[in-house]
């Protein structure tokens, strides 16, 4: 412990596989680097705690594959990169929690084909990349949530044919692109809702199998404004393409109502 915010290197090294907890803390914000390292797979508890709202970083290095859970929380609004990388297929928690509205990176990677849950909640309405890979076929749920109104892109691959629930609800009238590819012929379902009548581009591509099974393509406006609606299918089959739009007026002296159905 130092109370003038100067701290000098603090190192522990065991080559027995035994370490202990390894804690700094700071009262002035200036933290150095608290990296420990264990050749037996025994890692105690790593924790860095900064009053002032600069963390420096924290990295836990495991050779056997089992990592603990690493959690980073800063109340002004920095974080930095939070990273776990575990090769017998075992990862821990990874959470970060950001009050400031900004969020850093957060992935996940898994050699043995399993991925627990990745979810990134922030409330200032901007939010980083979020990205999962996984070599076995299987990819777990992915979910943002956003109030503020804006969504950076969702892009889910799966190279087996079968891929999850994609499904982005935004509360102010702006969403991003949203893109599914799928190489063994089978898509799910693609919904699309906006309460405030602005909707992207809604396009799915279907060639790997040719038989011309496309599925499910709705798109729901409240306002009667709604995007090009397009569905393109290597078989030589195209699904319904339909487009609505109703317009009520009432002025005082009645109601005018005009509606137009299109059909192919």
């Known amino acids: 412990m ?76 920095e974080t930095g990169s939070n990273q776990v990388n575990d090769g017998g297929g075992q990862t821990g928690s990874n959470q970060i929690m950001d009050g400031g509205g900004e969020t850093g990176s957060n992935r996940i990677m898994d050699g043995r084909g399993e991925t627990g849950s990745n979810q990134v909640m922030d409330g200032g309405g901007e ?48 969403t991003g692109s949203k893109q599914m590819i799928d190489g063994g012929g089978e898509t799910g379902s693609n919904q699309i809702m906006d309460g405030g009548g602005e909707t992207g581009s809604n396009q799915m591509i279907d060639g790997g199998d040719g038989r011309g099974e496309t599925g499910s393509n709705q798109i729901m406006d409240g306002e009667g404004e709604t995007g090009s609606n397009q569905m393109m299918d290597g078989g030589g089959e195209t699904g319904s393409n339909q487009m609505m739009e109703t317009q009520i007026r009432d002025e005082g002296g009645g109601a005018e109502a005009r509606s137009h159905d299109q059909l192919s």
């Open 2 to 77: 130092d109370g003038g915010g100067e701290t000098g290197s603090n190192q522990i090294m065991d080559g027995r596989g035994g370490t202990r907890s390894n804690q700094i803390m700071d009262g002035r914000g200036e933290t150095r680097s608290n990296q420990v390292i264990d050749g037996r797979g025994e890692t105690g508890s790593n924790q860095v705690i900064d009053g002032r709202g600069e963390t420096g970083s924290n990295q836990v290095i495991d050779g056997r594959g089992e990592t603990r859970s690493n959690q980073v929380i800063d109340g002004r609004g």
């Open 127 to 174: 939010i980083g990349s979020n990205q999962i890979i996984d070599g076995r076929g299987e990819t777990g749920s992915n979910q943002i949530m956003d109030g503020g109104g804006e969504t950076g892109s969702n892009q889910m691959i799966d190279g087996g044919g079968e891929t999850g629930s994609n499904q982005i609800m935004d509360g102010g009238g702006e």
